[in-house]
């Protein structure tokens, strides 16, 4: 086991999860420090409470930080981690004013899809509310902007037109768009009718997946279709980006296909060395109503023996293939 003491997670000093009605600087399912209501971004990033929750990581006490990370389970279990660097290695100073580079706007719940995990209903967000965001990015100079951590980017009308219309003399900083996505809508049509400049920022994207068959998909990812998902993801693997990352939330409806996933994954990439697949926990908290997430979501307890061994072999496999593998589902959670 890593001493977390040793290390800085990176990631609250230069990133902020942006909602229709807070801001976050983590993703508030890993930590307890709390968010910042009613606040435009900036504010939020110079608020109190982020400085508080930046000074426990500088302390090394990661008092608000939780396992259900899986960048801190993963630094803590393997010893290294993406978003970690060591302390040794940096200059402690200049994390004292952290500048704000990356930026996930989650704000907008609109989605084509209406999974078992996420939605009891379809949800329709606030076009309104993401326009002002990304007017607002504007001028922070931000480097990065991921859509969408709240719903399906290429449903929602704003964020399709803001990529269409999308011109880098706006947004003189930016260096990267990710798009995280279900794939059901990411076509070639769709792709296409994007702006050269946003295709040209397009660098990375992560297609949620959570699992491996026609008849699992359909189950869970209510209203998608299996076959409209492959065809989309072979057509993104053919862009060549920079950075592929694939999903799977683990469920109880698709445990017992992480191998099949994992091979999936494999068999599609072609440049190894960028791919990424990430594989955690669902959470009941800000989803779905408890009463649903316990029927039709949650693992039984006599599952995860299972589901432990299936990680424990992918983590093997993926060494070997050079694809890098993120999990917060371990026996230290
Ligand atoms: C809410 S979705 C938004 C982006 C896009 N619509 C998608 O599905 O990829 C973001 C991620 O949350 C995951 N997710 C959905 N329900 C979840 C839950 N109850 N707990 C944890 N993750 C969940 C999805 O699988 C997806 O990877
Ligand atoms: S997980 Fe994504 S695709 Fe599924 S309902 Fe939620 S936002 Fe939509």
């Not at 998608?224 to 998902?229: A, D, H, I, P, T």
């Not at 061994?309 to 593998?325: A, F, G, R, W």
Request: overall charge negative.
């Amino acid at each position: 086991m890593v001493n977390k003491e040793n290390y800085i997670c990176t990631q609250p000093f230069t990133y902020a999860a942006v909602f229709s009605n807070y801001v976050d600087i983590c993703c508030d399912m890993w930590h307890t420090a709390g968010h910042v209501e009613n606040s435009n971004v900036e504010d939020a990033w110079h608020s109190l409470k982020f400085q508080e929750f930046r000074n426990s990581i500088l302390d090394g006490n990661y008092k608000y930080c939780s396992l259900r990370c899986p960048h801190l389970n993963t630094l803590v279990t393997k010893g290294e981690s993406w978003c970690f660097v060591k302390k040794e290695d940096i200059n402690l100073e200049d994390f004292r004013n952290p500048t704000l580079k990356h930026v996930k706007l989650c704000d907008n719940e609109t989605c084509n899809l209406r999974c078992l995990t996420c939605r009891t209903d379809f949800k329709k967000g606030n076009a309104y509310t993401t326009l002002k965001h990304l007017e607002e990015l504007k001028k922070l100079g931000v480097e990065r902007v991921d859509v969408m951590g709240s719903g399906e980017p290429l449903a929602i009308s704003s964020v399709k037109h803001w990529l269409r219309s999308f011109n880098c003399s706006d947004y003189p900083k930016l260096k990267q768009i990710h798009i995280h996505s279900n794939g059901q809508l990411f076509t070639r049509e769709m792709y296409e009718s994007f702006s050269e400049d946003a295709k040209r920022l397009i660098k990375s994207v992560e297609i949620s997946i959570d699992a491996a068959s026609k008849e699992t998909y359909e189950k869970i990812r209510r209203g998608g279709s299996w076959e409209k998902l492959m065809t989309n993801l072979n057509f993104l693997m053919n862009l060549n980006l920079k950075e592929y990352h694939f999903s799977y939330v683990v469920q109880k409806e698709n445990y017992q296909e992480l191998d099949q996933f994992y091979e999936i994954v494999k068999n599609l990439v072609q440049v190894l060395e960028s791919t990424f697949t990430s594989i955690r926990y669902t959470y009941a908290d800000c989803w779905i109503n408890e009463e649903d997430y316990n029927r039709q979501v949650k693992l039984p307890e006599e599952c995860y023996e299972n589901v432990y061994s299936q990680i424990e072999s992918i983590l093997k496999k993926s060494c070997q293939d050079k694809i890098t593998v993120y999990t917060n589902i371990s026996k230290n959670e």
